[in-house]
């Protein structure tokens, strides 16, 4: 992520791959469904429709392979959420994990949050490379000893093994969402956090499990009045009672805790007008906003709807202070992506470490990075065959009518099943890995 090629030398960055593709697996159950650096970008969370989440390490750098740095290897795999049946409303709710969140780490462990649409739950992943030995009541297997053959007492000792590393579930969040959870967000005072669903917004304390306090609800009296859904929501990066919501009618509320206990009420309000000329059969559900990101500084917030990706100033509700078309190509299909439902995905976005760069997803496997400052884009895409280890990516360009050329890809030659809907970004770092259906990509700057 470091120098975009002759083409974009003072925007983003050349991005080459670090170690092929990482493929999660070939079955339905195998698709990706998040993607989540921690804190200090040593750590890579992946969430699949089949309940699993996959940990990958970085490797530590050496001077005997330099190429190896940024490079990410499996640390730990296991199951979070299974599949379970409601037989009250008659439902089934799916293992799928709908979002990952990663906890600061205060000593040797790693604490993760994971979520399918029902139930959240608290993972600790932890390495153990000692095993205690010499128990007085147990024999080497586990066993208890008969207390009349105890005739001596052994101090336990600790001896060396091979390093393991165990997950295991620490709390469980359950039985506090009717619809299905779309979002959930750490508090900046690492005490509690927030799980969003389409009515209603929750408020959970780490340690108790059996309650939470409802923050925002939404729900009419009468369901048939029912306007809008709660799509995203986030808490703000550095104030623990501020935090974002955004709607499926295109709008941002941005709510305070100290104002009163149930934040219907906003403290503020952020829509951009719709133009007039602009307006189909397909604005309000193009509008929609599937995903919503404060700035690591927290001054800004970034949407992500359909067709574009927009920055807003807290300061500035009317309209946002930045626009950028992700494939606006695709105004012309719109028809067509109705009929085979891909106008319905919901497609993240995320920002750099510095704020500078914005990076979203589209389709054909391609995904779009913004350069704030120069205005600059660039077109990147995650492929099997045009990548391979090391291989420096190339900029894309998509052609709509007239002549295309050698290098360019037709609007209507695109493969709309190949979509990358989730990303992630390095923390401190120029590293980001894709996710396009089952494979992880991870890209890193141009190494000279």
Same mark, same amino acid.
């Given at each position: 992520? @470091?120098?975009?090629?002759?083409?974009?030398?003072?925007?983003?960055?050349?991005?080459?791959?670090?170690?092929?593709?990482?493929?999660?697996?070939?079955?339905?159950?195998?698709?990706?469904?998040?993607?989540?650096?921690?804190?200090?970008?040593?750590?890579?969370?992946?969430?699949?429709?089949?309940?699993?989440?996959? %940990?990958?390490?970085?490797?530590?750098?050496?001077?005997?392979?330099?190429?190896?740095?940024?490079?990410?290897?499996?640390?730990?795999?296991?199951?979070?959420?299974?599949?379970?049946?409601?037989?009250?409303?008659?439902?089934?709710?799916?293992?799928?994990?709908?979002?990952?969140?990663?906890?600061?780490?205060?000593?040797?462990?790693?604490?993760?949050?994971?979520?399918?649409?029902?139930?959240?739950?608290?993972?600790?992943?932890?390495?153990?490379?000692?095993?205690?030995?010499?128990?007085?009541?147990?024999?080497?297997?586990?066993?208890?000893?008969?207390?009349?053959?105890?005739?001596?007492?052994?101090?336990?000792?600790?001896?060396?093994?091979?390093?393991?590393?165990?997950?295991?579930?620490?709390?469980?969040?359950?039985?506090?969402?009717?619809?299905? %959870?779309?979002?959930?967000?750490?508090?900046?005072?690492?005490?509690?956090?927030?799980?969003?669903?389409?009515?209603?917004?929750?408020?959970?304390?780490?340690?108790?499990?059996?309650?939470?306090?409802?923050?925002?609800?939404?729900?009419?009296?009468?369901? #048939?009045?029912?306007?809008?859904?709660?799509?995203? @929501?986030?808490?703000?990066?550095?104030?623990?009672?501020?935090?974002?919501?955004?709607?499926?009618?295109?709008?941002?509320?941005?709510?305070?805790?100290?104002?009163?206990?149930?934040?219907?009420?906003?403290?503020?309000?952020?829509?951009?007008?719709?133009?007039?000329?602009?307006?189909?059969?397909?604005? #309000?559900?193009?509008?929609?906003?599937?995903?919503?990101?404060?700035?690591?500084?927290?001054?800004?917030?970034?949407?992500?709807?359909?067709?574009?990706?927009?920055?807003?100033?807290?300061?500035?509700?009317?309209?946002?202070?930045?626009?950028?078309?992700?494939?606006?190509?695709?105004?012309?299909?719109?028809?067509?992506?109705?009929?085979?439902? /891909? %106008?319905?995905?919901?497609? #993240? /976005?995320?920002?750099?470490?510095?704020?500078?760069?914005?990076?979203?997803?589209?389709?054909?496997?391609?995904?779009?990075?913004?350069?704030?400052?120069?205005?600059?884009?660039?077109?990147?895409?995650?492929?099997?065959?045009?990548?391979?280890?090391?291989?420096?990516?190339?900029?894309?360009?998509? /052609?709509?009518?007239?002549?295309?050329?050698?290098?360019?890809?037709?609007?209507?030659?695109?493969?709309?099943?190949?979509?990358?809907?989730?990303? @992630?970004?390095?923390?401190? #770092?120029?590293?980001?890995?894709?996710?396009?259906?089952?494979?992880?990509?991870?890209?890193?700057?141009?190494?000279?």
């Amino acid at each position: 992520v @470091a120098g975009f090629g002759s083409l974009m030398q003072d925007v983003l960055w050349c991005f080459s791959q670090v170690k092929g593709t990482i493929d999660i697996g070939v079955t339905e159950a195998d698709i990706i469904s998040t993607v989540e650096f921690n804190h200090t970008g040593e750590l890579l969370a992946t969430g699949d429709k089949g309940g699993r989440v996959v %940990i990958f390490q970085r490797e530590q750098e050496s001077k005997n392979q330099p190429h190896r740095r940024g490079e990410y290897n499996v640390y730990s795999t296991f199951q979070s959420h299974e599949p379970e049946f409601d037989y009250l409303k008659s439902l089934e709710i799916e293992e799928k994990i709908n979002k990952i969140r990663w906890l600061p780490q205060q000593n040797a462990a790693y604490f993760l949050l994971s979520t399918n649409d029902k139930t959240v739950k608290l993972w600790k992943v932890s390495e153990r490379d000692k095993r205690p030995e010499g128990y007085n009541l147990k024999d080497e297997d586990g066993r208890l000893r008969d207390p009349s053959m105890i005739t001596m007492l052994r101090v336990p000792v600790l001896r060396p093994m091979d390093l393991m590393v165990e997950a295991t579930p620490r709390r469980v969040f359950a039985n506090a969402h009717t619809y299905h %959870i779309n979002s959930i967000s750490v508090n900046s005072d690492y005490e509690t956090y927030m799980s969003a669903d389409d009515l209603r917004i929750n408020l959970w304390n780490f340690e108790i499990t059996n309650q939470s306090f409802n923050i925002v609800d939404i729900k009419p009296a009468n369901m #048939e009045e029912l306007t809008e859904v709660i799509t995203a @929501a986030e808490f703000h990066p550095h104030h623990c009672n501020t935090f974002v919501y955004s709607s499926s009618k295109g709008t941002i509320r941005l709510c305070d805790m100290r104002t009163a206990a149930l934040c219907d009420r906003h403290a503020k309000f952020f829509e951009e007008p719709e133009d007039p000329s602009n307006r189909s059969f397909f604005s #309000e559900i193009i509008s929609s906003i599937s995903d919503v990101k404060f700035s690591h500084s927290g001054r800004y917030i970034m949407t992500r709807d359909y067709l574009t990706v927009k920055v807003w100033d807290l300061n500035m509700e009317n309209r946002p202070i930045e626009t950028y078309q992700v494939h606006d190509y695709l105004r012309s299909k719109l028809c067509s992506l109705y009929e085979n439902d /891909c %106008i319905f995905d919901k497609f #993240e /976005c995320v920002w750099n470490g510095s704020d500078s760069v914005i990076m979203t997803g589209s389709y054909n496997n391609f995904f779009r990075m913004f350069d704030r400052n120069t205005k600059r884009d660039v077109t990147l895409e995650a492929s099997r065959e045009n990548s391979k280890p090391r291989a420096i990516l190339k900029p894309r360009k998509v /052609c709509v009518g007239g002549k295309r050329r050698k290098d360019e890809i037709s609007v209507d030659s695109l493969d709309f099943s190949k979509k990358i809907l989730h990303t @992630a970004w390095h923390p401190s #770092e120029n590293i980001i890995a894709v996710a396009a259906t089952n494979n992880l990509y991870i890209f890193q700057d141009k190494v000279n």
